[in-house]
């Protein structure tokens, strides 16, 4: 499916829409509040932020938490993210677990990395995960004499 590009009023809304995620972000270990907004392409709006944990390895993105939002209502179809943190002079990078996330719905959506004063940088997924393993990767041919226990 094509990718349908967002009007600048979507875009500024989507990254509102992450600021206002981060709100409820739960990281206390951390004190890095991450909230992201996710567009599907009939026009949906899923919001997520990050959840830490005391077992501190349990924590979970924000990024990954709204796609698994999404799809977990049975959407996934998506056209754009948006992600947010409270720094002030570096755009908010995904971190690579995430970014394979991401991929797995496509590679040609996109990536609105933020700022606090919500300037942001456009990028795609993969522009974001270049080379990537996907899906389809999984179907392509392999030599015929894999041993039978695998
Ligand atoms: N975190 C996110 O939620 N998204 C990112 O893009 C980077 C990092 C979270 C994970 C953890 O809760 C905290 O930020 C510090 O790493």
């Not at 739960?26 to 009939?42: E, H, I, N, Q």
């Not at 959840?51 to 754009?80: M, P, Q, W």
Request: hydrophobic letters at 35%; one cysteine or more.
């Amino acid at each position: 499916m094509d990718q349908r590009h967002l009007s600048q009023e979507e875009v500024n809304e989507l990254i509102h829409q992450s600021h206002e995620a981060k709100t409820f972000s739960y990281s206390p270990y951390s004190k890095f509040r991450v909230g992201a907004a996710l567009k599907t392409r009939d026009g949906r709006v899923f919001t997520g932020c990050n959840v830490e944990n005391a077992c501190y390895n349990l924590g979970v993105c924000a990024e990954r938490n709204v796609i698994a939002k999404a799809v977990s209502e049975g959407y996934k179809d998506f056209i754009a993210i948006a992600i947010a943190s409270d720094m002030e002079k570096e755009f908010i990078s995904p971190c690579g677990a995430c970014r394979q996330v991401m991929r797995e719905f496509g590679c040609k959506w996109e990536v609105y990395l933020t700022k606090i004063d919500k300037s942001y940088e456009k990028m795609t997924v993969d522009e974001l995960l270049p080379r990537s393993f996907g899906p389809d990767d999984l179907c392509k041919k392999k030599v015929s004499n894999i041993p039978s226990n695998h």
